[in-house]
T-cell receptor, first 116, second 114 residues
Framework: NAGVMQNPRHLVRRRGQEARLRCSPMKGHSHVYWYRQLPEEGLKFMVYLQKENIIDESGMPKERFSAEFPKEGPSILRIQQVVRGDSAAYFC??????????????FGDGTRLSIL | DAKTTQPPSMDCAEGRAANLPCNHSTISGNEYVYWYRQIHSQGPQYIIHGLKNNETNEMASLIITEDRKSSTLILPHATLRDTAVYYCIVRVATGGTSYGKLTFGQGTILTVHP
């Protein structure tokens, strides 16, 4: 039973380029969450999605960042025109059904994004 | 979500029980207590969660006080691989705009030594 799969594990981009981070949830999970961990800081919630819908994007920066979770395929976190401050570990989590607190989120091992 | 307070660091000898405390004095009746851990460079790992009853699984036990204002995570026989940052998180059950997300604090750095 595969866990949450994130790819790539490491991504290097130059300033101004686009970064696309992919997340395949656990089998049967229809809810996806993205978190960011800046160097030497804690994890911060970014966005919560279910299939084809954004439920909560209160943690997403207003510009350059977007997320989607299409009916088919993985969830994508997209960062346009990356800057050095976007360098971080980005973690994806998934959970079963409509999210309730008795359904834990399970995390992938993250994508380490480095901006040159 | 209710704020949690954890000690910044703890030590434990290998083979002994590790007892990690968490205060959540403002917890509401519909909020669960969750524990996760993060081993260096890996994603957070779910450990256990509970509402008001004590819980046990293959990884750990969770003891919640009767007034629900605090809890303790117990790793019964700590190993070197249990060295990690442990996060206690309180999360609302359903409804509202914030019920999906987990709010991570600074956690407790547990170091298990030989």
């Amino acid at each position: 039973n595969a866990g949450v799969m994130q790819n790539p594990r490491h991504l290097v981009r130059r300033r101004g380029q686009e970064a696309r981070l992919r997340c395949s949830p656990m089998k049967g999970h229809s809810h996806v969450y993205w978190y960011r961990q800046l160097p030497e800081e804690g994890l911060k919630f970014m966005v919560y999605l279910q299939k084809e819908n954004i439920i909560d994007e209160s943690g997403m920066p207003k510009e350059r960042f977007s997320a989607e979770f299409p009916k088919e395929g993985p969830s994508i976190l997209r960062i346009q025109q990356v800057v050095r401050g976007d360098s971080a570990a980005y973690f994806c989590a998934s959970s079963l059904f409509r999210d309730r607190s008795n359904q834990p989120q399970h995390f992938g091992d993250g994508t380490r994004l480095s901006i040159l | 979500d209710a704020k949690t307070t954890q000690p910044p660091s703890m030590d434990c000898a290998e083979g002994r029980a590790a007892n990690l405390p968490c205060n959540h004095s403002t917890i509401s009746g519909n909020e669960y207590v969750y524990w996760y851990r993060q081993i260096h460079s890996q994603g957070p790992q779910y450990i256990i969660h509970g509402l008001k009853n004590n819980e046990t699984n293959e990884m750990a036990s969770l003891i919640i006080t009767e007034d629900r204002k605090s809890s303790t995570l117990i790793l019964p026989h700590a190993t070197l691989r249990d060295t990690a940052v442990y996060y206690c998180i309180v999360r609302v059950a359903t409804g509202g705009t914030s019920y999906g997300k987990l709010t991570f604090g600074q956690g407790t750095i547990l170091t298990v030594h030989p």
